[in-house]
């Protein structure tokens, strides 16, 4: 049966790299890989016999953790693009503005260049886990063997879809442009597919029900059907959203920064703030997700929970707290960047505020990052009486960070409203009111969050983690999803007073959108650990023990000098594979010169009217 | 030179050639790989300065019947077994809980006779139960009751009755499983699997 599904993977290999250099690498690579057919089977046959094989040196463990890491960030950002490139497609279509059309194919041309080293790792990965676990990858595929032909077939189709959409896309213009359309939304969907069935298996690890008796199909589904599968397959869905949406604006800043000519500035200025503009829209409910699938980690065994927030992994979540924070920080500062070098004068009027975002942001950051425990000497601890610090302490609390994460939200959300009202006046008759509704409803929403924070700590912990932090977050939530359509009813009548003007960013903009990218791969990393982690000694927790030489989790140290060299060789798989990707493109043309006539050629060069997620065409 | 010091010097390297390289190279996509080195390292020294703790895998426990002697060494072996090997504790709370997809168990031992427990464990359709513990109509529960006798869990005859043994003590029963009764489950299976093994030789 391993060895019938291997072949289907391989097969699927072969079957996608007709046409692209690095789809054709792929398969050269899987080939060389087929005498691990033969290992498999003979894992197969001696499942029972065999619990663990070992890589001398380096270590088993060691090596799966590279190799799967490079293989979930990189699926993690093929899965990704296509939800906001087809999103970009829609709003070229809707909009008739080519330059969203050719951003879109943009993305998707980073997508094709990446999906087959997804395969390639995902393929290596395979075969070490048969090598190097048999006792659990027996164990898996007796109980998930029918998802492993659900994934084959998945993945045929979104590979077919793939090779439609990409080709396609020139030929697919005027009246074919919505079946085109169709065939993005198809993609997507087979990606959802592909992302969470691999999910259950990995979700099944950390949260296992019991399988009863039944049919294959019946006993995998009730497997997948796990406690923690919806809330993963939501937080990955979010997160591969972020980390698609950084890494392609960390491509713009790269390109931004090698770039020569000004139509080379300008464009590669736009994509990066595209791609900036995505990472924080998909940011910004992600701590949501996050928290939900916390609450089912604590509902379905506390003592995962409490291994996860008060155990070993403790200050862990006070790294996270760090990354999250230089994170909203980049992102923001990105934002005030633009408001400062594309608005022309823009710059002085919104000191102030701004000014005042880095204030809250810095101090909600400090607090997110105070430990529940302070690292003390004995003669330390005995000056303040314990570990907890007489004033600190009380920011060590779930109370407190609860409160702080959902202000960072709400400020980094005011920062993009900011972006997307500068250089603008508004004309509606009732736009008085509606900005006057808008800041009181702020106001409110900022002192809700602090005052059901500060009384957090007054009432039982059930309390306040069933009612008052899910208040916090439907706070802001609510000011997210009133506030972005009032702010589109307001802008679509108001008149531009500055033209926005792309390419005159400094340098430092282009190392922001780097710094972004980075620490996102970084958290995904951390969190993938944490995950990994919370489950102990347990291959599957409470059902199949890790009775290895490596069954014990590594500390936080070591745990993050890994992650930093996996990130760093992912950073450098992703530079190779958009270099390849750029020797395709004909440069010659240059990224502007397929700009609509009309308005564009109208105004001054490098000039559009400022609108968050992009300009449209003058006069609009 | 202890592992954390060595990957802080590792770390502070890395910083240190991240540093020069922005100073001195002028190759831009060189000075973006020297950018991200320094924020990495400077992440790696970030993270080797809080507390360091590994996780370690506590001491693999055997459930050996032959070392039982009294029915309390009985229970305490259907305990371990009921919160690991059996997985019992994956759906079954003892005691009331939100999260328990199936029955407490707790006091079940003294409810139910053992022989009844035994068949609810060995042939869970004999009797179905409904959740009676909300409004309205009785439903089913989220997770089906598994065969314990069969695979994946397979627990051996001994086993479940350590599990029961385990039940009744925890329900403030006296444990009316005896050793000796066990200690015949336990050579009664060997002999049984002894003899299949020869008729499959044969």
Request: hydrophobic share 50%; with cysteine; charged share 15%.
């Given at each position: 049966?391993?060895?019938?599904?291997?072949?289907?993977?391989?097969?699927?290999?072969?079957?996608?790299?007709?046409?692209?250099?690095?789809?054709?690498?792929?398969?050269?690579?899987?080939?060389?890989?087929?005498?691990?057919?033969?290992?498999?089977?003979?894992?197969?046959?001696?499942?029972?016999?065999?619990?663990?094989?070992?890589?001398?040196?380096?270590?088993?463990?060691?090596?799966?953790?590279?190799?799967?890491?490079?293989?979930?960030?990189?699926?993690?950002?093929?899965?990704?693009?296509?939800?906001?490139?087809?999103?970009?497609?829609?709003?070229?279509?809707?909009?008739?503005?080519?330059?969203?059309?050719?951003?879109?194919?943009?993305?998707?041309?980073?997508?094709?260049?990446?999906?087959?080293?997804?395969?390639?790792?995902?393929?290596?990965?395979?075969?070490?886990?048969?090598?190097?676990?048999?006792?659990?990858?027996?164990?898996?595929?007796?109980?998930?063997?029918?998802?492993?032909?659900?994934?084959?077939?998945?993945?045929?189709?979104?590979?077919?879809?793939?090779?439609?959409?990409?080709?396609?896309?020139?030929?697919?213009?005027?009246?074919?442009?919505?079946?085109?359309?169709?065939?993005?939304?198809?993609?997507?969907?087979?990606?959802?597919?592909?992302?969470?069935?691999?999910?259950?298996?990995?979700?099944?690890?950390?949260?296992?029900?019991?399988?009863?008796?039944?049919?294959?199909?019946?006993?995998?589904?009730?497997?997948?059907?796990?406690?923690?599968?919806?809330?993963?397959?939501?937080?990955?869905?979010?997160?591969?959203?972020?980390?698609?949406?950084?890494?392609?604006?960390?491509?713009?800043?790269?390109?931004?920064?090698?770039?020569?000519?000004?139509?080379?500035?300008?464009?590669?200025?736009?994509?990066?703030?595209?791609?900036?503009?995505?990472?924080?829209?998909?940011?910004?409910?992600?701590?949501?997700?996050?928290?939900?699938?916390?609450?089912?980690?604590?509902?379905?065994?506390?003592?995962?929970?409490i291994t996860l927030m008060g155990g070993f992994l403790a200050w862990l979540f006070i790294l996270q707290a760090m990354?999250?924070?230089?994170?909203?920080?980049?992102?923001?500062?990105?934002?005030?960047?633009?408001?400062?070098?594309?608005?022309?004068?823009?710059?002085?009027?919104?000191?102030?505020?701004?000014?005042?975002?880095?204030?809250?942001?810095?101090?909600?950051?400090g607090v997110w990052m105070t430990p529940h425990s302070l690292v003390a000497s004995l003669e330390e601890a005995r000056k303040m009486g314990g570990t907890h610090h007489p004033m600190l302490g009380v920011f060590g609390v779930m109370?407190a960070k609860?409160?702080?994460?959902?202000?960072?939200?709400?400020?980094?959300?005011?920062?993009?409203?900011?972006?997307?009202?500068?250089?603008?006046?508004?004309?509606?008759?009732?736009?008085?009111?509606?900005?006057?509704?808008?800041?009181?409803?702020?106001?409110?929403?900022?002192?809700?969050?602090?005052?059901?924070?500060?009384?957090?700590?007054?009432?039982?912990?059930?309390?306040?983690?069933?009612?008052?932090?899910?208040?916090?977050?439907?706070?802001?939530?609510?000011?997210?999803?009133?506030?972005?359509?009032?702010?589109?009813?307001?802008?679509?009548?108001?008149?531009?007073?500055?033209?926005?003007?792309?390419?005159?960013?400094?340098?430092?903009?282009?190392?922001?959108?780097?710094?972004?990218?980075?620490?996102?791969?970084?958290?995904?990393?951390?969190?993938?650990?944490?995950?990994?982690?919370?489950?102990?000694?347990?291959?599957?927790?409470?059902?199949?023990?890790?009775?290895?030489?490596?069954?014990y989790s590594p500390a936080l140290g070591y745990a993050a000098a890994?992650?930093?060299?996996?990130?760093?060789?992912?950073?450098?798989?992703?530079?190779?594979?958009?270099?390849?990707?750029?020797?395709?493109?004909?440069?010659?043309?240059?990224?502007?010169?397929?700009?609509?006539?009309?308005?564009?050629?109208?105004?001054?060069?490098?000039?559009?009217?400022?609108?968050?997620?992009?300009?449209?065409?003058?006069?609009? | 030179m202890s592992e954390v010091a060595l990957l802080q010097l590792?770390g502070l390297?890395?910083?240190?050639?991240?540093?020069?390289?922005?100073?001195?190279?002028?190759?831009?996509?060189?000075?973006?790989?020297?950018?991200?080195?320094?924020?990495?390292?400077?992440?790696s020294l970030v993270a080797l300065s809080v507390p360091q703790m590994a996780s370690l895998?506590p001491?693999?426990?055997?459930?050996?019947?032959?070392?039982?002697?009294?029915?309390?060494?009985?229970?305490?072996?259907?305990?371990?077994?009921?919160?690991?090997?059996?997985?019992?504790?994956?759906?079954?709370?003892?005691?009331?809980?939100?999260?328990?997809?199936?029955?407490?168990?707790?006091?079940?031992?003294?409810?139910?006779?053992?022989?009844?427990?035994?068949?609810?464990?060995?042939?869970?359709?004999?009797?179905?139960?409904?959740?009676?513990?909300?409004?309205?109509?009785?439903?089913?529960?989220?997770?089906?009751?598994?065969?314990?006798?069969?695979?994946?869990?397979?627990?051996?005859?001994?086993?479940?009755?350590?599990?029961?043994?385990?039940?009744?003590?925890?329900?403030?029963?006296?444990?009316?499983?005896?050793?000796?009764?066990?200690?015949?489950?336990?050579?009664?299976?060997?002999?049984?699997?002894?003899?299949?093994?020869?008729?499959?030789?044969?």
């Amino acid at each position: 049966m391993i060895h019938q599904s291997l072949m289907n993977i391989l097969k699927n290999l072969v079957c996608k790299t007709r046409g692209l250099p690095l789809l054709k690498l792929g398969t050269v690579f899987a080939v060389l890989l087929l005498p691990c057919l033969a290992l498999a089977q003979d894992a197969a046959t001696q499942a029972m016999s065999v619990e663990y094989r070992d890589i001398p040196g380096m270590g088993s463990r060691n090596l799966i953790w590279i190799v799967a890491q490079q293989h979930l960030l990189l699926a993690g950002f093929v899965l990704g693009v296509p939800i906001f490139a087809w999103v970009c497609e829609i709003v070229g279509w809707k909009t008739n503005e080519p330059r969203y059309d050719k951003l879109a194919k943009e993305f998707t041309k980073l997508l094709t260049s990446a999906y087959a080293t997804t395969a390639l790792f995902g393929g290596i990965l395979l075969f070490l886990l048969i090598g190097l676990y048999p006792k659990l990858m027996a164990y898996l595929t007796d109980i998930f063997f029918p998802s492993f032909i659900a994934y084959c077939i998945l993945f045929l189709f979104e590979t077919a879809t793939l090779y439609m959409y990409w080709y396609g896309w020139d030929a697919m213009q005027g009246k074919k442009k919505a079946f085109h359309l169709f065939l993005g939304f198809l993609l997507n969907l087979f990606a959802l597919g592909i992302m969470i069935v691999p999910n259950a298996w990995a979700t099944f690890q950390a949260s296992p029900v019991v399988v009863a008796d039944g049919t294959d199909i019946e006993r995998a589904w009730a497997a997948m059907q796990n406690p923690t599968w919806w809330p993963v397959n939501i937080h990955r869905l979010i997160a591969n959203v972020v980390l698609g949406g950084f890494i392609c604006g960390a491509y713009a800043g790269v390109r931004y920064l090698l770039a020569v000519s000004r139509e080379e500035k300008e464009h590669y200025d736009w994509m990066g703030y595209v791609g900036n503009f995505i990472g924080v829209f998909g940011m910004l409910p992600l701590p949501f997700a996050g928290y939900w699938l916390m609450r089912e980690i604590y509902q379905y065994n506390q003592q995962m929970g409490i291994t996860l927030m008060g155990g070993f992994l403790a200050w862990l979540f006070i790294l996270q707290a760090m990354l999250i924070g230089v994170l909203f920080l980049g992102a923001n500062y990105y934002f005030w960047m633009g408001i400062s070098y594309r608005i022309p004068g823009s710059a002085q009027s919104y000191k102030k505020p701004i000014m005042a975002m880095l204030i809250v942001l810095m101090v909600c950051l400090g607090v997110w990052m105070t430990p529940h425990s302070l690292v003390a000497s004995l003669e330390e601890a005995r000056k303040m009486g314990g570990t907890h610090h007489p004033m600190l302490g009380v920011f060590g609390v779930m109370s407190a960070k609860m409160t702080v994460s959902n202000l960072m939200i709400l400020v980094t959300f005011m920062s993009f409203i900011m972006y997307w009202r500068a250089g603008k006046v508004e004309t509606a008759g009732w736009a008085k009111i509606a900005k006057s509704v808008m800041g009181a409803l702020l106001v409110i929403a900022g002192i809700a969050v602090i005052v059901l924070g500060v009384w957090g700590y007054f009432v039982p912990a059930i309390i306040r983690i069933n009612y008052f932090s899910v208040a916090q977050v439907l706070i802001v939530l609510f000011i997210m999803v009133t506030f972005t359509p009032l702010t589109a009813l307001l802008m679509k009548s108001a008149k531009t007073t500055t033209e926005m003007v792309w390419g005159q960013m400094p340098i430092r903009a282009g190392y922001s959108l780097v710094l972004n990218a980075v620490m996102v791969i970084l958290l995904m990393s951390l969190m993938g650990y944490a995950r990994s982690s919370s489950r102990v000694h347990w291959h599957i927790y409470g059902v199949m023990r890790d009775t290895s030489e490596y069954a014990y989790s590594p500390a936080l140290g070591y745990a993050a000098a890994f992650m930093s060299l996996n990130t760093f060789l992912f950073c450098l798989l992703v530079a190779f594979i958009f270099w390849v990707a750029s020797m395709g493109g004909d440069k010659s043309k240059g990224p502007q010169k397929e700009e609509p006539k009309g308005s564009q050629e109208k105004l001054p060069e490098g000039l559009t009217p400022a609108m968050a997620g992009g300009s449209p065409r003058k006069g609009e | 030179m202890s592992e954390v010091a060595l990957l802080q010097l590792i770390g502070l390297s890395v910083v240190g050639l991240g540093i020069v390289i922005l100073l001195f190279i002028k190759a831009m996509f060189v000075r973006v790989l020297g950018f991200v080195a320094m924020v990495l390292g400077s992440f790696s020294l970030v993270a080797l300065s809080v507390p360091q703790m590994a996780s370690l895998p506590p001491a693999i426990e055997s459930f050996d019947i032959a070392s039982v002697k009294t029915p309390d060494d009985l229970a305490s072996i259907g305990q371990k077994i009921f919160f690991s090997k059996g997985q019992c504790a994956l759906c079954h709370s003892i005691g009331p809980s939100e999260s328990a997809r199936c029955p407490d168990l707790a006091g079940v031992g003294a409810k139910l006779a053992p022989e009844f427990i035994y068949e609810s464990l060995t042939d869970p359709q004999s009797y179905i139960y409904l959740d009676f513990r909300h409004e309205g109509l009785p439903e089913e529960y989220p997770a089906r009751m598994p065969y314990i006798n069969k695979n994946p869990i397979a627990l051996s005859k001994p086993e479940i009755f350590s599990v029961i043994a385990f039940l009744q003590k925890m329900s403030g029963e006296p444990i009316s499983i005896k050793v000796e009764d066990v200690m015949d489950m336990g050579q009664e299976e060997k002999s049984v699997k002894m003899a299949s093994l020869k008729d499959g030789a044969l």
